[in-house]
Structures are given as C-alpha cells and as structure tokens.
C-alpha cells in the first residue's frame, strides 16, 4: 500500500513539472526508436551500404561511418543492445545492494560490520582500471559486460540503503513493530522494505546511467564485443577510423549525444522524484505557490532535522 | 589521531584487497587465460622470459600459497613484472613516464572543479530562485550526462580540429619534456587546458548540485537565522557560518569522487592524446598486455587510496568533530 501511494502521489506531482515531462518525452522515443529497430531501421546496421564517412543525406539521414555503414541503423540497433544490458546491470546491482543493505540491518553486530567494511573497499577502489582488468581476462560479451558491471557497481547502493535502513530502524512504528513481537525478518520485508521505495527507485534510475556510461567507456576502450554494435562500439570505431581528424562529427555525435541524451533524461527524472522525497528541496515551489515570490534565505521553511 | 589511524588502517586492507584481486584473477577466472597468454607468446620469447612469464601467471608446481608470498614480495619491492608488448621493460618504467602527466592533469582538474563547483553551488542557494539557480542545475544536469570521453571527442573536434585554439594532443610542443622555465611552464600549461576544461565540464555539476543542496539545508538552521539578526554582513552569514558547514558533505565527496573522476580522466587522455597514464592504459588493452593492465590497475589504486587519505586528513582539520573523536 505504502508503495502504491508513494507511486501515486509522485505521478500526480512529478507530471506537474516541466523537467520530468521533458524526461520522460526524451526517453520514450529513445527507447521507443530502439526497441522498433528491426521494423524501422533502413539498413543492415553492419553491412556497408554508402561510400565512406557520407555526410547525412536523404538516403543515409545520419551519413555512414567510415566503414560504409549506415549510422542511423547503427544508432537504432545499438540503442537496443545497449539498453537491455544496461537495464539488466540495473536490476542486478540494486538487488545485490538491497541484499546487501538489508542482511547488514537484518543481522546487526559483526555481520552488519563486515559488509560494510567491504562495501567500503569496493568503493574506495577506482572502477574503471578494476573493470578493464576483469574484462581483460574474462571473454568478450554482454555476459562479461553484465557480470564486471555488476560486480563493481553495486557498492555505493549498499551504502546508501544501509543508511536509509539505519534512520528507519530508529523510527517509532519499527519501535512497535518490536516491541509487538514481530520477528526481525519480517520487520526488515513488511516494515523497511516498502518503506525505501523512493530511495530504491532513485538508485535504479541513476544505475541504469551509470551502466550506460560504464558499458560505452569500456567498449571505446576496445574491451567490447566486437561483432556487436552498440553506442559504445560505434564511437570505438569512430575514434579508431579517425573520424575526427576527417570531419565525419556525424559518426561519434550521433551515437554520444543518444547516450548523453538518455542519461539526461534520467537525470531529469530522477531529480523530480528526489524532491518528491526531500522537503526542503520541495519547500521553494511550495512557496511559489503560495504567492511568496522570492524567499530569503532564512525564510525558508524550517523542517525538523529527522523529520 | 584516532581517527586518521583508523582510515590508515582502512586504505591499507584496501590495498590488500586490490592486491589480492590482482594475484587471483589470472589464476581463477574460467577458460584459463593464463595458459592463452603463454601459448601466445610462447613463439615470440625466449626460454627464460617465458618461464618467468609462467611463474607469474601461475603456470609452475608452486603450491599457491607460496607463489602468492613470492608475489607479495615482489610488489613490496615495486616489482610490478614485465611488459609483454614491450618485452624486457619493467611495467613500472612505462607507467612511472606518463604518471606525472596524470597526477598534473588530475590534481588541476578536480581542484578547478571542486572549487569552482562548491563556489556555484553557495551562489545558487544565496540567490534562492534567481536567474542563475534557475539555468545552472538542468545546464550542469545535461553536460554531467556525458561520459567523459565523448564530451573530450566534441571539444577536441570544436577547439583542436576546427578553430585550432589548442593543439592537438600531446603534453609538450617540443620532443624531450620543456625545461622548467617560465616559457616551458606556459607550454606545459596550454596543453593542458583542453583535457582539463573536459573534466571539469563533466565533473562540475555534482559539487554544484550537493553545494547547493547542502547549502539550503544550512541555510535554514536557527543558528544562522540568529547570525542574521544579530546584524553580521551578509557576506560574513554566507562564507563564515553557511559556507563552511555546508562545504562538509563535499569534501566527503571529494573522496569519493577522486576514483571516478581518474577513470573518466583517463578515457579523456586517450582522446586527447595526453602522454598520461590513460595512453598506458589503452596501449596495453589494444595490445592485449595483460601484465601492464594489472600494474596500471594497482599503481593507479594505490594512487587513488593516497589521495583518499589526504582527503580524510583534510576533512579533521575542517570539522572539530572528527577531531574531538566522535563521530561524523
């Protein structure tokens, strides 16, 4: 129920607001464009189907790359295999986080301890040479790319759910829900859990981005599937065939602007929802609202510190 | 003084961990790659290379447990082993050549962008709802989506290619490094801009965004309610009372930030052109040198736990609570 309203309400909130609007539009024909690709796409997205690095024209609306390949089809293809394995290292690492953060508020003492200090060595770790490493040694894929992403991407969310289940375990109905006689596993599924929705939902969408970014990084750096394509792979070769010294902008602007593109849009959604849970961050439209046009900075509305 | 034992300690089993990492993963990950690596080279080296090239990938009768002292030692001692696409050169001697260009790019870079960020973020919370608080979060928002590289390939194409404001690649215009003079310094400067202004663009935005969210909570705290009545400058509200408190959770950050703004730094050197560690890193992946990859995977943790380190020694000397011994 908790979760259902907090869904609710942020729909008729977060649709008020022109940010989340313009997200979402962005999105929807990202995702839309790519998940389309097979009916929509003019080309084979790897055979060679104009001359090389054509600037856009009637025939190849995004021009071709410098191997001849249309760079629309490319885009649309590659949104696809870059999204999906995007998603799925998504899903991966706010469960593993999840699990994470809540067997430590789950068993307390030395096991909350000990999954902290590892959580905190795994963020402490800088990711990308640790992913090339991983990478290097495992064989090229979207399975390796699932399983290096996950493995270095979860930790930050451990941290934050911890955090989030810590001040939550303070809180006066778990108080009750203990004192009741509830058994703690059912405190930390019925209680905590639907409870962290909001934060869950944030770290989602900000790992879908962080599995974008990560993935077209590891994939320029030439540790991708080369038979693929992908966003990544395509400004791989669009930095490996020159394409910047020869002009072509339309080979690595097209494939970076749809990763930038679909960050921001997530960003932009993300943002929404986290004023949705920050109050003070909501207080300033609240305000507007109320015809108060400019409010000084110490106006603003005092919110209790653990309310 | 506890406190900074306590992070000592932490960075150190850090180090352990990464260390450990690197020694089983050529020797635990499925397909063997290590018997693929020596199978390779096997026709291109000689005797005594290729049996050392074995002992390090663990390819000997060494029980494990002894092949991994052997390593330890070896990386106390800086033995970081030996470049398979450069043979007989130490890793160590082409990573130290461009370690310095990258510790000069990254130091300037996260400290433009954490200042200038922390600067914006006070500014856009001062002027609650103004013109510039308006613009800046969705600006920074957007250029904060980009990943490191591609926003690198757009201002190389736009400033080296195009206009040829900045040159194109490298650290230095002569062949040998300039002398320290104040001509070779400017030199070193102007090629630095680029690469440097692309991290800062990419990075800016979370300093501002958090400054600025740290900063409107600050800001509606009693105690600077009461600075305002008691009639301080405004200027004296903003820098003393809100600015440093609300600059906490930023300089936390900046730990934090340190390992991700050198992973994008390095996709960023190797657009560029930047003679840093970032040109090691893609030269040993496109060459497949496995025993390179590792070394660049150590040095440059190690590297990121020692700025860690200085950050938390920093972070004592802003908040007296940490020296005090309680918790922050």
Redesign the interface.
């Known amino acids: 129920m908790a979760l259902y309203d907090t869904l609710a309400g942020a729909r008729r909130k977060a649709f008020g607001s022109i ?1 989340v609007t313009v997200g979402a539009v962005i999105l929807v024909i990202l995702v839309g464009s790519s998940a389309l690709a097979q009916w929509i796409a003019p080309y084979n997205p790897k055979r060679a189907t104009g001359g090389i690095n054509e600037f856009p024209s009637l025939k190849h609306l995004f021009g071709t790359t410098g191997q001849g390949q249309d760079v629309l089809s490319q885009f649309l293809y590659g949104g696809q295999n870059t999204l999906w394995i995007a998603f799925t290292i998504a899903v991966l690492t706010t469960l593993l986080a999840l699990i994470v953060a809540l067997t430590a508020a789950y068993f307390r003492g030395w096991v909350d301890d000990v999954l902290t ?1 590892v959580t ?2 795994f ?8 992913i ?3 990478a ?4 090229p894929g979207p399975l390796t790319m699932i399983m290096v992403l996950t493995i270095t991407g979860w930790a930050f969310g451990a941290r934050l759910f911890r955090s989030q289940a810590l001040s939550l375990r303070e809180r006066e109905f778990i108080a009750a829900a203990e004192d009741v006689g509830e058994r703690r596993w059912r405190i930390v599924a019925i209680e905590l859990l639907p409870n962290m929705g909001s934060v869950v939902a944030a770290y989602f969408v900000n790992q879908v ?1 962080f599995a974008i ?1 990560a993935q ?2 590891l994939e ?4 991708g599937d080369g038979g693929q394509v992908t966003w990544g792979s395509m ?1 791989f070769w ?2 490996n065939t020159s394409a ?2 020869r ?1 072509a ?1 339309w080979t ?2 097209v494939p ?1 602007m749809a ?6 849009s997530l ?2 959604i993300n ?1 929404a929802v986290d004023e949705l849970g ?1 109050p ?2 909501r207080a ?1 439209r609240l305000l ?1 609202r109320a015809g108060v046009r ?2 000084s ?2 106006l ?4 209790k510190r653990n309310a | 003084m506890l406190y900074i034992a306590k992070r000592l300690a932490f960075y150190l089993l850090a180090a352990f961990v990464a260390i450990t990492v690197n020694f089983f993963l050529p020797r635990l990950t499925p397909g063997d790659p290590a018997s693929t690596i020596v199978a390779t080279y096997s026709t291109t080296l000689n005797e005594a290379s290729l049996n050392a090239l074995k002992a390090a990938y663990g390819l000997t009768d060494e029980p494990l447990f002894t092949q991994y002292v052997t390593y330890l030692g070896n990386i106390l001692h800086g033995d970081f082993g030996r470049s398979l696409s450069n043979f007989p050169a130490p890793v160590t001697a082409i990573i130290s050549a461009g370690f310095g260009w990258s510790i000069l790019l990254g130091l300037t870079s996260v400290l433009i962008s954490f200042v200038l960020g922390s600067a914006l973020g006070a500014l856009a919370a001062w002027r609650r709802g103004g013109l510039f608080d308006k613009l800046a979060p969705p600006v920074l928002l957007f250029l904060g989506s980009f990943p490191y590289f591609f926003l690198a390939l757009l201002l190389f194409y736009l400033f080296c290619f195009k206009l040829q404001w900045f040159p194109m690649g490298n650290a230095y215009s002569s062949v040998n490094p300039p002398p320290f003079t104040l001509n070779g310094i400017g030199d070193v400067l102007f090629h630095l801009i680029a690469p440097a202004f692309t991290i800062v663009l990419v990075s800016l935005g979370p300093w501002t965004l958090n400054m600025r969210n740290a900063m409107i909570g600050v800001l509606s705290e009693d105690y600077l309610t009461l600075a305002e009545a008691k009639g301080l400058k405004p200027r004296r509200v903003l820098f003393a009372h809100a600015v440093r408190t609300a600059l906490l959770p930023n300089v936390t950050a900046l730990g934090a930030a340190i390992g991700g703004v050198f992973s994008g730094q390095l996709l960023t050197e190797i657009v560029f052109t930047y003679p840093g560690l970032g040109y090691s890193l893609m030269r040993a992946v496109s060459s497949v040198d496995y025993p390179l990859m590792q070394a660049l995977f150590l040095i440059i943790t190690l590297s990121v736990l020692v700025a860690n380190f200085v950050v938390d020694t920093v972070y004592v000397l802003l908040d007296p609570r940490v020296r005090t011994g309680q918790e922050a």
């Open positions: 940010p200090l905190n060595v963020l402490v770790i800088p990711s990308l040479p640790l090339v490493v991983l290097a040694f495992l064989p981005i970014t077209a990084s320029f750096l030439g540790l400004l669009a930095q910047l010294i002009g902008w690595f602007v970076g990763i930038a593109l679909t960050a921001f960003a932009l943002n920050n003070r961050l300033d507007r400019k409010p900075a110490s603003m509305t005092p919110v």
